[in-house]
């Protein structure tokens, strides 16, 4: 399935301010227009909003993975054989075994939504937790790769605006996107002077990997 368009809006809310420095909270919305109709069975997992232990955020960057939407019918790709692997005493197979498992029990399933009136047109809502990094507690990371797992980016285009929390500060150096051939994308910031707020956007057309690293 190609995309033409995958425009993300992430919203960021500084609630770390508020609950003792637990977590931030984002809001994603996709915006996909894809060159054919995507079927209406299908559906893609996005995280649940649910609390998730340090360790367990430690073993997902270990393994790789991240909280970006994945397809139903790959997010367990590849795991079913845990209990060989163990057997095989292949620990590095089980890991990633085991990393995958505890994604999807954090995540759940969310259909698109097709935009009355357009055609192979969509939007991808969900929200999740963004815990301050380790021995960083005032650091954080908003990290999602595009386009989602399962989607195509040929002659299509991709971008990303992210509105940062009040009062923090971006990380020129960290705040980056990553294209699939190693190229850095190079972000734009901009100051919301009134509201003590940033905007970070980035646009490309190859698949790129998105970090904005923000601090208080």
């Known amino acids: 399935m190609q995309i033409q368009l995958q425009d993300v809006s992430a919203v960021i809310h500084g609630t770390s301010r508020y609950n003792g420095g637990l977590y931030d909270t984002v809001y994603v919305q996709t915006l996909l227009v894809t060159n054919e109709a995507i079927p209406m069975d299908e559906t893609w997992y996005v995280p649940t909003g649910a609390s998730v232990p340090q360790a367990v955020m430690d073993f997902f960057q ?3 993975l ?6 139903a019918s790959t997010i367990l790709q590849g795991a079913e054989d845990i209990a ?3 057997e095989n005493e292949n620990l590095p197979g089980v890991m990633e075994d085991a990393a995958r498992y ?13 935009i009355s009136g357009a055609t192979n047109t969509y939007l991808l809502s969900y929200d999740y937790k963004l815990y301050p990094l380790k021995d960083q507690p005032n650091h954080f990371e908003f990290n999602i790769t595009v386009p989602f797992d399962g989607l195509e980016l040929v002659a299509g285009r991709v971008q990303l605006s ?3 929390p009040i009062n923090a500060t971006i990380d020129p150096t960290l705040t980056k996107g990553i294209a699939d051939d190693g190229q850095e994308i190079i972000e734009h910031v901009a100051t919301v002077g009134d509201v003590n707020r940033n905007v970070v956007s980035f646009g ?9 690293h923000y601090q208080y």
């Open 62 to 64: 270990i393994s790789g």
């Open 66 to 71: 991240d909280m970006s939407p994945k397809k």
């Open 84 to 86: 060989q692997q163990s």
């Open 102 to 114: 505890m994604l999807r029990a954090i995540m759940k399933k969310a259909p698109l939504i097709p």
């Open 162 to 164: 992210i509105l940062t």
């Open 204 to 212: 490309y057309q190859r698949d790129p990997k998105f970090t904005i």
